[in-house]
């Protein structure tokens, strides 16, 4: 087993391992560059937070992080043909041909109405984080973007608020994150897992690692040199022979969702016949958890593995014991975003079942392989939200509430089309899911008809027939980025071309 020490957190940004949830002040700056020659001076001193543990950085007071775009980093000098190394998702970018209606960016969802990101010209070139402890940020913000980074960007400030504990419909949020394999403990070949687990290997979410499936995800593998000659990039470890511009790094997805907070508590209080303790369990069954995070599925004692000690009590079950949704609805959003089934459909358990399954006999529906195999589309979830709070009663009451509010959704993932864009797809905004047939997720779907006319603005809930949804999210804005390592970081600052 390897020792904590010996994964290279000192090289990866800090983020990717802490939540910073006790740095309850941010400002997430989207950056378009001015002049690539200050911005590559000022990044290559920029104090950026690492993931490594130490005594005095254990619980930092501050940290900064940055991603870029595609475009973001050919300004700085990247060469093509080193970016063109990157995945095609983050080549193309979020609202790229086909990809809007995939992720339901559609109707009044589509980037043309976006507030950013939603064109060429509006996309950001990087977006840079700042987390302060409470009363810390203003000092810290004057600290790192003084003249020069001023005259380096333009910068556009994208709202957060300090609640970091709960997202703007007022449930508990941040509860549910996969725990990462550092050491490599669990295998990652494509052995047939039985089992939910909550141990993802590293390479799931960090660039330059064995993925679930035991390979090492695409991302740029340079030559010595076009790392130059200070030979900053550490070397592959699927090819040593090439430099590894990904590794450490991670995709970044950013996408700015408003909520309608008196438009979600109206519709479940009038489904609801106006009555509190019904309100709440509707409620709580579009979410499948309490407001205070409960979950609607009983845990189970004793470990879900990888699931964290201090969440053990909010997050050790799985569906497998209510597969047509009786306690928690099929089509919940923690059931839609992580239906936590091991790699065969629940019903297949002994090794016969399991043979004829692996052989590829057995589906009862062609929906259940969009279920299996959660493992492969998971994601780190990072983002915060924004706008004033309110409470669900008034929010009931609210007359002409105009008022922003919504979650600035960021997640982590090693592959965006495979983690993010499939969940968004294939679970989220899909209007068949699981045996569903006309609804998508209850707190994000778009309502749109489906290509054949079909409605999405149902709700499958037992006991319940509640009147038609409407939109509750909106998507204001977007970008897919890349997190780089420190080094990468140092090459792009450093070493990489001149920039434009
Ligand atoms: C405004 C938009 C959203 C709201 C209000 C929202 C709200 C929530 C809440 C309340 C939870 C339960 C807390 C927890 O388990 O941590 C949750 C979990 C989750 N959400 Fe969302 N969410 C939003 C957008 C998204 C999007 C866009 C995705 C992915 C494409 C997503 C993926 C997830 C995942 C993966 C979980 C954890 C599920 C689990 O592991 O059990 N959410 N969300």
Same mark, same amino acid.
Request: charged content about 25%.
């Given at each position: ?143 790192? %973007? ?5 005259? =380096?960007? &333009? ?5 957060? *608020?300090? $609640?970091? !504990? #709960? ?55 340079? %030559? ?5 000659? =200070?030979? &900053? ?5 699927? *090819?040593? $022979?090439? !430099? #590894? ?76 014991? #209510? ?76 007359? #002409? ?100």
């Amino acid at each position: 087993m390897l020792d904590n020490t010996e994964f290279e957190f000192d090289d990866v940004q800090g983020i990717v391992h802490f939540a910073h949830a006790h740095m309850v002040e941010t400002c997430f700056l989207l950056l378009k560059i001015r002049d690539s020659a200050l911005a590559k001076k000022w990044l290559a001193q920029a104090p950026v937070t690492t993931a490594e543990k130490s005594p005095e950085t254990s619980r930092p007071e501050t940290a900064l992080q940055i991603a870029f775009t595609a475009a973001g980093l050919q300004k700085l000098g990247v060469k093509e043909t080193v970016i063109a190394g990157f995945s095609n998702e983050f080549l193309s970018g979020m609202t790229s041909a086909n990809r809007s209606r995939r992720l339901g960016d559609i109707g009044n969802n589509a980037p043309e109405y976006w507030d950013w990101g939603g064109s060429e010209e509006d996309i950001p070139d990087a977006l840079l984080m700042l987390y302060a402890v409470k009363n810390g940020l203003d000092a810290w913000k004057q600290q790192v %973007t003084g003249q020069q980074f001023e005259q =380096a960007f &333009i910068q556009k400030f994208l709202p957060t *608020n300090t $609640r970091v !504990k #709960d997202e703007p419909f007022g449930f508990a949020d941040g509860i549910s994150q996969p725990a990462i394999d550092w050491h490599r403990e669990q295998s990652t070949d494509t052995h047939r897992r039985d089992q939910y687990s909550n141990l993802l290997a590293a390479g799931e979410i960090v660039l330059g690692y064995p993925n679930e499936y035991g390979y090492y995800t695409d991302r740029p593998l340079i %030559t010595s040199a076009d790392d130059g000659p =200070a030979d &900053i990039l550490p070397g592959a470890e699927d *090819n040593p $022979r090439l !430099k #590894d511009l990904g590794r450490n790094g991670t995709y970044l997805v950013l996408r700015q969702l408003q909520q309608d907070v008196p438009g979600f508590w109206k519709y479940v209080d009038q489904a609801a016949d106006g009555d509190t303790k019904n309100r709440k369990k509707l409620a709580a069954a579009m979410v499948g958890r309490k407001r205070d995070g409960t979950s609607l599925m009983p845990t189970v004692k004793g470990d879900v593995a990888g699931t964290p000690e201090k969440h053990s009590k909010l997050n050790n079950f799985n569906y497998a014991a #209510d597969p047509k949704g009786q306690v928690c609805p099929v089509g919940a959003h923690i059931r839609r975003s992580n239906p936590r089934t091991g790699d065969f459909p629940p019903d297949v358990a002994g090794p016969i079942s399991r043979l004829i399954r692996t052989l590829g006999f057995g589906r009862d529906s062609p929906t259940e392989d969009l279920v299996a195999s959660t493992r492969f589309h998971r994601m780190l979830r990072r983002g915060r939200p924004y706008g004033l709070r309110l409470k669900p009663a008034d929010a009931v009451a609210a007359i #002409d509430d105009r008022d922003e509010r919504g979650l600035q959704f960021i997640c982590l993932c090693g592959n965006i089309s495979r983690q993010f864009e499939f969940v968004q797809n294939a679970w989220i905004v899909n209007g068949k899911f699981d045996g569903l047939q006309d609804e998508t997720d209850p707190l994000l779907g778009n309502r749109q008809p489906l290509m054949d006319g079909g409605p999405t603005d149902n709700f499958s809930i037992p006991q319940f027939s509640g009147p038609r949804m409407p939109q509750f999210v909106t998507v204001r804005g977007g970008a897919y980025f890349f997190l780089p390592g420190i080094r990468a970081l140092k090459y792009v600052a450093e070493s990489a071309g001149p920039g434009k």
